[in-house]
C-alpha cells in the first residue's frame, strides 16, 4: 500500500512565494520519475514540472523562470518552490510519482493542494 499526500498550497498575493511538498510512503521499494501537474478551474490538467531519480528535470517554458522542481530520495519527497506566482498559476496541484512497491511499478496520484493567487 503507498499514499502520497501533497500540502503547502494556500493562498498568496500576486508576486509571494509558496513551496509545495509531496511525501510518498507505505511500502515502497524504489521511487522512479515524479512529477507535478496542475489544474485550472476550466482547464485541462497539465504538466508543470518533472524530475527524475538522478535529479534532471524538466519544467514547463511556462514557468521556468520562476518555478523550481527538487526531490528528496531519502525522505521520498518532491518539492515546487513557487516565486513570483501570478493569478494564472491559481490551480489545483497535484503531485504524480512511479514507485516501484511490493505491489509492481504503478503511477500514484496526490489528491492535490489548491493554490490561490490574488491580484
Known amino acids: 500500500q503507498v499514499q502520497l499526500v501533497e500540502w503547502g498550497g494556500g493562498l498568496v498575493q500576486a508576486g509571494g512565494p509558496l513551496r509545495l511538498t509531496c511525501a510518498a510512503a507505505?511500502?515502497?521499494?524504489?521511487?522512479?520519475?515524479m512529477a507535478w501537474y496542475r489544474q485550472a478551474p476550466g482547464k485541462q490538467r497539465e504538466l508543470v514540472a518533472g524530475?527524475?531519480?538522478?535529479?534532471?528535470?524538466d519544467v514547463a517554458d511556462s514557468v521556468q523562470d520562476r518555478l523550481t522542481i527538487s526531490r528528496d530520495n531519502a525522505k521520498n519527497a518532491m518539492y515546487l518552490q513557487m516565486n513570483s506566482l501570478k493569478p494564472e498559476d491559481t490551480a489545483v496541484y497535484y503531485c504524480?510519482?512511479?514507485?516501484?512497491?511490493?505491489?509492481?511499478?504503478?503511477?500514484?496520484w496526490g489528491k492535490g493542494t489548491l493554490v490561490t493567487v490574488s491580484s
Open positions: 507505505g511500502s515502497i521499494l524504489d521511487i522512479e520519475t
Open positions: 504524480n510519482v512511479r514507485i516501484n512497491s511490493d505491489d509492481g511499478i504503478d503511477d500514484y
Open positions: 524530475i527524475s531519480k538522478d535529479g534532471s528535470t
